[in-house]
């Protein structure tokens, strides 16, 4: 049998694994990864990032914009305390990433040698799960293991450290076909005792709602889930993480928001059985408006649900078998929300927006893209939490456009993934979108888009600019971007502001716009 | 409310500190602990004594469950169970205290294990009751340290 060193092992694996491509920066202890790369150069594509946050975000995006895993591949100690913002980010929004660190060998473990930090120890609690590969032997396992655990169930990023003997070992490769993990449910059903609880509870209300979140985000789901809507005329609400799932639906209302005025707190005000759907509502209301409401939690995380609520009915199960198993066997029960006041509601909702793009310059620049992308484009943003609520001016056709870090709100998330994004989506036009103060934070990647011929809108928020009282007023983002090489333009907040940004959107290779607002 | 936290584990390093850093995540103390191999030597059994709000305990119960290592989580307390704990004290006597010593331990049927000129050590299993009332009476009797293993739990067979 053909012996192979532990980096060869790694490539043979990654490719075994369907994985073509992945995100990373060399160094010290993964450098025999790094040596025997160009021989792997065709079937595996190494994207050379300028810092392992960006390229745990690059990872991240990707995966989000394709459902694919996305691959991170850096060395030990400050690479990988690098990628921590980033795998928690993942962590938080449930995205399947993997981590691959080099580690100091296995004799020096502990001894805090040069450029050690303990990965295991660091990102256990941001990671699904994380091992330490111990023999060269192991790895390939190791790997398939981590991205079937990172790829099932409640999705998550998993991080293999190898240490640098393991790299350099050699052995056998042998590759397990199909993974087996006791005690581990990676797709729980729907079964039959919750099915009739749920029966019996919309037998009995007349106004139920449904709200959707990133854990229904699944293709297999959209057409159940249309069905579902349609044939219970269910209000429908979604996660701002689950934009773009049902948009085109008669019953949707929009995105659930934590205010006061908006037509979520309405619709859940009345509502008497709210089903909830791979989300976290804890995170986007406060429990004291779901104080005495009755809920029903379908979530393949059982971690989601409290059982000493009384009120709540909780349904371990995923997603898709959720909505596979109520398209036939759920009869279609007579509610009585009426039709005038979901009309109401609804224009309710579009003057509320209005107001606020009236209001809001960033809105008012949100609607504008819209209009001009019509739903087509990827949108990486980020943004802080009191403009996380913008999101629900651009309206997207599948939610995997809609990529934004939700759960753990990083600054510095959206470029970076946008880069990601049109690796897994080279068709689809891909912008980016951020503050001023955002973008900074991992400006540093347009070089990568450069090097990568990428065709990249990079839009940036300047709001400095209009602040009288800032002290600082924040850099020149347009002679940033000219000074990496990219087509940079200024615009400012002024009626030609749509046709410039037409213009522009429309350019090929890496563009960034600075708008001033 | 206290809980009895009995949690079935692969025998792997790194395992008890990913079950204990749920407790220090939320700032919850672990008042006793115990881990050993079960009759499958890949597996470990960890039984763990904490107390603190029911939903929260729930919490981490759930978060045991969704951690790959972990094959099986039961929380003790709510169902009847058996409790054991074994406790090795050090006892140095005056002469006169000595017979009184080795009644005491007659009583509550502790074993000596080890006896030397100056000192006694005594073996106990029992409740955390009987250990503790064991303390509290060799204490003014020359007691110099306690050892104590923790808690064991098994559930009752149902009925």
């Known amino acids: 049998m053909k012996r192979f060193i532990g980096a060869e092992l790694f490539f043979e694996s990654l490719y075994n694994l369907g994985i073509r491509i992945i995100f990373g920066l060399p160094g010290g202890y993964v450098l025999k990864i790094y040596d025997v790369m160009p021989s792997y150069a065709s079937k595996v594509k190494h994207i050379l990032t300028r810092h392992e946050q960006a390229a745990t975000h690059m990872a991240d995006g990707f995966s989000r914009a394709s459902g694919l895993p996305g691959i991170i591949l850096c060395t030990s100690g400050p690479a990988a305390t690098n990628t921590v913002t980033g795998i928690s980010t993942a962590y938080m929004d449930s995205v399947p990433v993997l981590i691959f660190t080099g580690q100091v060998p296995t004799p020096f473990l502990g001894s805090d040698a040069f450029q050690e930090a303990d990965h295991i120890g660091i990102t256990r609690s941001c990671t699904k799960h994380n091992t330490l590969v111990r023999k060269t032997k192991d790895l390939p396992k190791a790997m398939a293991e981590a991205l079937y655990i990172s790829t099932t169930g409640r999705k998550g990023p998993v991080l293999v450290d190898m240490p640098k003997d393991v790299i350099l070992g050699e052995s056998d490769f042998k590759i397990p076909n199909k993974i087996k993990l006791s005690s581990y449910d990676e797709n729980p059903t729907l079964i039959k005792r919750d099915l009739n609880s749920l029966k019996a509870r919309l037998s009995k209300s007349k106004k139920p709602l449904l709200i959707l979140g990133r854990g229904s985000c699944e293709d297999e789901n959209i057409k159940n889930i249309k069905a579902f809507i349609r044939r219970f005329k269910i209000p429908t609400l979604t996660s701002v993480m689950a934009l773009g799932l049902v948009e085109d639906s008669d019953y949707y209302f929009g995105m659930l928001e934590n205010d006061i005025t908006s037509v979520s707190y309405e619709l859940i005000e009345q509502s008497d059985n709210i089903i909830v759907v791979g989300c976290d509502l804890n995170k986007i209301i406060p429990k004291a408006v779901l104080k005495n409401k009755k809920l029903t939690i379908v979530d393949i995380d059982k971690a989601m649900m409290n059982p000493t609520v009384k009120s709540n009915l909780n349904i371990y199960c995923s997603s898709t078998s959720f909505f596979e198993k109520t398209k036939d066997e759920l009869e279609p029960l007579e509610f009585v929300w009426e039709k005038e006041y979901l009309s109401k509601l609804s224009s309710k909702n579009l003057l509320n927006n209005k107001k606020v793009i009236s209001n809001n310059k960033k809105a008012a620049i949100f609607t504008m893209l819209s209009e001009l992308l019509k739903g087509e484009a990827v949108v990486c943003s980020d943004f802080s939490y009191e403009d996380v609520n913008l999101q629900k001016f651009i309206k997207f056709n599948n939610y995997k456009n809609n990529i934004l870090s939700g759960g753990n709100g990083t600054p510095g998330y959206g470029f970076p993934a946008a880069i990601g994004a049109k690796f897994s989506r080279p068709n689809s036009k891909v912008i980016s979108i951020s503050s001023g103060n955002n973008f900074q934070f991992n400006m540093q990647e347009i070089i990568v888009a450069l090097e990568q011929k990428l065709d990249l809108t990079i839009i940036v928020l300047n709001e400095r600019f209009s602040d009288k009282k800032a002290k600082y007023k924040g850099p020149n983002f347009k002679s940033i971007g000219e000074s990496f090489g990219a087509k940079s333009f200024q615009f400012n907040m002024d009626a030609s502001l749509k046709s410039n940004l037409s213009k522009s959107l429309n350019r090929k290779g890496v563009v960034l716009i600075e708008v001033r607002i | ?159």
Request: aromatic share 6%; proline share 4%; hydrophobic share 40%.
């Open chain 2, 1 to 159: 409310m206290r809980h009895i936290i009995s949690i079935l584990v692969d025998n792997e390093p790194g395992v008890l500190a990913r079950v204990s850093g749920l407790f220090t995540a939320r700032g919850f103390n672990i008042e006793s602990l115990c881990v050993a191999e079960t009759e499958n030597p890949s597996y470990s059994r960890l039984t763990l004594v904490t107390s603190g709000e029911d939903w929260i305990i729930d919490q981490i119960i759930k978060r045991f469950d969704n951690m790959i290592n972990v094959l099986k989580v039961e929380d003790l307390s709510t169902s009847e169970s058996i409790q054991r704990e074994l406790l090795i004290a050090r006892v140095v006597p005056t002469k006169s205290t000595r017979p009184e010593v080795l009644r005491i331990a007659d009583i509550f049927r502790s074993k000596v294990i080890d006896v030397g000129p100056k000192s006694f050590a005594l073996e106990l299993t029992g409740t955390k009751d009987k250990l503790e009332a064991f303390v509290e009476i060799l204490r003014p009797l020359g007691l110099k340290g306690v050892t104590r293993t923790g808690l064991v739990s098994v559930s009752r067979e149902k009925k």
